[in-house]
């Protein structure tokens, strides 16, 4: 199963890299349509976009219509669950008990995530300074360490592959950074989205 997830992931992260015709199209917003509409058309052109309207839906008054504040608030989601995940498994490590090598892969694994955690910090600060003469290399900087970021996080997914770490600790690992990479995956096609109405 962590197989099938890793190369599906991979799948979607190399899809969402070239932005597309459909995905610049739902970005640019229609005359009369409401923020809210807005996010919910533009997030179905994402490849979870119950989550990403889910978590987004409640910003809807910061990002109006604009697919430069959409793309900024989903890539603020994406920081703000790698973070608090990051947080769930330095706890999950302190309070359970777990075999060396379960030890291992969650110290790997956490090691990763701080350097999505990182990565994707980077693109908020880079997508802050954001300008019209400089927008296509600060964008290419933005979509190369999303998608690092997405890497990343699969990453953490492979030190949990293989029959001996224990079911709970397996199980719950997984649904949080399965959780992280879904939004992050979200976060990456918004801004390819915005990226490519520069194009």
């Known amino acids: 199963m962590e197989s099938h997830f890793r190369v599906s992931l991979l799948a979607a992260a190399l899809i969402l890299i070239s932005p597309s015709l459909h ?13 809210t509409e807005f996010i919910r058309t533009s997030c179905s052109a994402t ?4 989550l990403c309207f ?9 990002i109006q219509r604009s697919p430069k504040l959409l793309a900024h608030a989903a890539l603020s989601v994406s920081i703000d669950t790698a973070r608090a995940t990051s947080g769930d498994m330095v706890r999950l490590s302190r309070g359970t008990k777990m075999t060396p090598r379960e030890v291992g892969a969650m110290r790997d ?9 990182d990565r994707l910090s980077s693109s908020m600060a880079e ?8 927008f296509g ?18 990453t953490c997914m492979e030190g949990f592959a293989g029959n001996y770490m224990a079911g709970g600790v397996k199980t719950t690992v997984r649904g949080k950074i399965v959780n992280v ?4 995956s979200n976060a990456l096609a918004l801004i390819n989205s915005y990226a490519s109405l520069h194009g």
Do not use: F, K
């Open 23 to 35: 995905l610049a199209s739902a970005a640019r917003p229609a005359a009369g349509t409401t923020s």
């Open 47 to 50: 490849a979870y976009p119950t």
């Open 54 to 62: 889910s978590s987004l839906s409640s910003r809807a008054s910061a």
């Open 109 to 117: 694994c956490m090691e990763e995530l701080g350097d999505s955690v």
């Open 127 to 134: 997508m802050n300074q954001i300008n019209g003469s400089n």
């Open 137 to 154: 290399l600060m964008m290419s900087d933005i979509q190369t360490w999303v998608s690092a970021a997405l890497t990343d996080e699969d």
């Open 181 to 184: 990479a879904h939004v992050t």
